[in-house]
DNA sequence: AAAGCCACTTAGCATCTCTATT
DNA sequence: AATAGAGATGCTAAGTGGCTTT
């Protein structure tokens, strides 16, 4: 199957196909058309299916596009508008926290089912009693019973493990000192013991199974959390004297706050970005903002500005670095490993975890990817008083540094981050959450593979009513159901509405436009041929060709009829249509979950399909690679090709070529020593021919295994195997098959993916089947 | 219904670290 | 011991989708 899918060409990595920006500009010309054309939509719908009532949704979507988009970009003006908001918001927030926080007898859902929550049960957990280390039995009223018909792999004796994990916490909790079983709140004392014995506690935490406990029921992420708040990015030092930067060739001393700016050009000019025009204009125009007056009027033009030596000066630096002696080496991780230990770990509920970043990104020069509007903008330096702090009332607040203030602090047992602040390229929000390896990450982890495991169960209906849907009597149903075709046999994303000119011109599926497919009634052997040809998450191209039946291609040619290039291919259709009408058919279903089942039940058969039980280790191995690569291709995870590729491909290829010389050579020697045996008929010669037989027969097998390692190179070239064993494929497959073969989990998984996927490598039997 | 906000997952690239090789 | 290359980890951008406000 993997063949039917993989995409029909090779794919190109493109941050900016070259038409991009002509695609662009013609946009607007091709929405003055789309008034006419929505209109005669409208009477094509009508005259086809006299009964449609659908709202227009186009022609909202046009209208929001025709909005006059503000065209000073500047980061001044996002920063003032967010900061009103900001107030606004947290005035909201605030009451959200309050009701929020007050019981409220409602149905919530969890795990794609809906249940009931007794007001008697939230009873139990007033706001007060917040315990620092609740009681198990406390706790319990709290979680919830493990779900039967949703998770086949059910805790054993929850009781007895509840019991004796009881026990186990109170040593685990750091700040928690009393053996004594029977009560949850206790004092703490032993506040030195998490540094003296942190390896220890560590350890003991990365055995806990919370995957044999029961979840919160009501909504709730935690009822205890503690932590240290972030680590901020270091100050600005600024250069020495010596190290100057040049104005139209003059030297010049910068103050220190362009001078940070500067440095932050000086650092990229090697790449490529610096010279792209949108770039330095968002950097020169965000530049000066930093400048005193004086700078302002005297630095008029980037092309004058020479930042090379002090580009110079630091690569000098982190050459220095490189050279630095072990002792000073060691020095350096022994800190970093200080301030993990100090601040890479919270408290949640009665278990010390691992924080996911626990640093605040620095300031630089935004980095967006493919062509975006906004690259080369000045992300500035957040300063405690841009945080948001979340954590339980009745831990130790983290302090914030000497002489500052947090913005806020919060206590919102309803998400799962720590800090928080809003990020001034996007206005969007930022987050300190916790490892993969977390419970609250592990748990909505686990979940996703069964809402996935779900829709194994009724992917056959869903797929029978789609193709029921192409021929419906109302567009919108239609597109709504061609979509969802794509989403299924292509995995494509579900392709949300963006806002134009904030980001780069990425599509997924409802968001896909008339130029990004072509439709060949006929193309070499094959009938009703779709290519598409995008860019989607990332930039990254999306290309394949792919044969569809008949009646999507006749639909597709229907939603084509009077469209211009830039107009919506569906645009009848949005997510929220397409998710709402997935709610309906199965409970917790939305478009993203197709690409999680898909990917997995791809490595499922794939697995199926490629393993031998008579294979060596590494030709499972290879087999398992396979596999992965086929899911990798289907979800379109590529990779730029690594930086050495070309020269460690080459060193491959001169060994390949030296062992095709040795082959030729030893073959020549072989025939050599025939013909001698040949004439003289002896003992002797013919024990020569066999060696050289020999010979040549190890160098064949030499070269086929380089040949092989080669090919496996190649065909990895481009793809990345990582997101998807990460993030899409469930891992109870992989540990399933890995018992079933006899392979050790470590082949298949390092220590960080082992510890993301302990719940997994710990329930999961040779015969699980997703 | 659209717009906006928010929380969270998914993503590829850069950099660091370990390991095999010379 | 030095070095290259691979693999692991860190970083943060860019998605999805739910919910609220307009």
Known sequence: MSGERGHGDSQVKTGSKGSDTHKHKDKHKDKEYRHKDRKKDKERDKLKHNNSEHKDHAEKKNRDKERPKHTDGSYEKHGEKHREKDKDKDRRREDKVKSSQV????????????????????????????????????????????DEEEFVYKPKKIKTEHDKMSKKRKHECEEEEDDNDEEDIKPKKKKDKNVTEGKKSKKDEEKWKWWEEERYTDGSKWRFLGHKGPVFAPPYEPLPDKVKFYYDGKPMK??????????????MLDHEYTTKD???????????????????????????????????????????RKQMSKEEKQKIKEENERILQEYGFCIMDNHKERIGNFRIEPPGLFRGR??????????????????????????????????????????????TWLASWT?????????????????IKGEKDWQKYE???????????????????????????????????FIDKLALRAGNEKEEGETADTVGCCSLRVEHINLYPKLDDQEFVVEFDFLGKDSIRYYNKIPVEKRVFKNLQLFLENKQPGDDLFDRLNTSILNKHLQELMDGLTAKVFRTYNASITLQQQLKELSCSDDSLPAKILSYNRANRAVAILCNHQRAPPKTFEKSMQNLQTKIDEKQKQLSAARKQLKGAKAEHKASHDDKSKKAVEVKRKAVQRIEEQLMKLQVQATDREENKQIALGTSKLNYLDPRISVAWCKKFGIPIEKIYNKTQREKFAWAIDMAEKDFEF
């Open 254 to 267: 910068l103050g220190a706050p362009a001078e940070e700016v500067a440095t932050f050009f000086a650092k």
């Open 423 to 439: 990020e001034n390229i996007q206005g969007s929000i930022k987050y300190i959450m916790l490892n993969p390896s977390s419970r």
């Open 451 to 485: 809402t996935a495991r779900r829709l194994k169960k009724c992917v056959d209906r869903i797929r029978t009513q789609y193709r029921e849907d192409w021929k419906s009597k109302e567009m919108r149903i239609r597109q709504r159901a061609v979509a969802l075709y």
């Open 278 to 320: 949108v770039f330095r204009k968002n950097f020169f125009k965000d530049w000066r903002k930093e400048m005193t007056s004086e700078e302002k009027s005297k630095i008029t033009d980037l092309n004058k500005c020479n930042f090379t030596e002090m580009n110079e000066y630091f690569k000098a630096q982190s050459e220095a």
């Open 370 to 415: 493919g062509d975006h509007p906004k690259m080369g903008m000045l992300k500035r330096r957040i300063r405690p008083e841009d945080i948001i702090i979340n954590c339980s009332k009745d831990s130790k607040h983290p302090k914030p540094p000497p002489g500052t203030k947090w913005k806020e602090v919060r206590h919102d047992n309803k998400v």
């Open 103 to 146: 019981a409220k007898p409602k149905k919530e859902k969890e795990n794609g089912y809906v249940r009931d929550i007794s007001p008697a049960a939230i009873k139990n957990e007033p706001e007060e009693d917040n315990g620092f280390c609740p009681s198990p039995q406390h706790n319990k009223a709290s979680r919830r019973k493990s």
